[in-house]
């Protein structure tokens, strides 16, 4: 089936002799698809929630706020909801492996809209399969930052163990959660 649309548009000439003349043109536009390309309310366009650069350093500084009261040499990463990084922090101390890890697990939150530990428990459970999806990093300490049901980005921190590494994203997303509820 076809999609078809029409383009049309209603130019008018005038000169000083002549009447007014209207002159009509029609475009069809036929492209593979299915139907007719009928405009109803259900296309109308649909407002979406992006994280802006100030709610990802807000959810950064809360979560170093944390790890330097703890003197927990981490990294830490916010990335948006197409997994593009928006802010990162490596502390002072923090190993060199774990900025890259930091990365990835936040990437993996935003892009499965899924916390990372969903993805180490199924390779637990033996479905080592689900480690081999591309995008997934199969270990704790990534979550999808979530503003009124919409998956808006991901957090992440590395160098710790991954127990403590939550403990450290669910601080920074309960700033930001407690910032967005102002």
Do not use: Y
Not at 115 to 125: D, G, I, R, W
Not at 152 to 165: E, T
């Amino acid at each position: 089936m076809f999609l078809t649309l029409n383009l049309s548009r209603n130019i008018f000439c005038a000169q000083s002799d002549l009447k007014c003349s209207k002159i009509f043109f029609t475009h069809n536009i036929k492209a593979f698809g299915a139907g007719r390309f009928r405009r109803t309310a259900r296309w109308a366009m649909r407002t979406k929630r992006v994280l802006d650069l100030a709610d990802a350093e807000l959810v950064l500084v809360a979560a170093m706020g944390k790890a330097d009261q703890e003197n927990w040499k981490v990294s830490m990463t916010v990335v948006d909801e197409a997994g593009c990084l928006m802010a990162f922090r490596r502390l002072d101390g923090a190993s060199v492996s774990s900025a890259q890890t930091a990365i990835d697990k936040a990437r993996s939150a935003a892009l499965t809209r899924r916390p990372t530990k969903f993805f180490e428990e199924m390779v637990a459970a033996g479905r080592v399969a689900a480690s081999m999806i591309h995008g997934v990093f199969a270990i704790e300490g990534g979550l999808p930052i979530i503003v009124e049901d919409e998956v808006v980005g991901g957090f992440a921190v590395s160098g710790l163990k991954s127990q403590l590494d939550i403990a450290l994203v669910e601080a920074g997303l309960l700033a930001l959660a407690f910032h967005q509820g102002r």
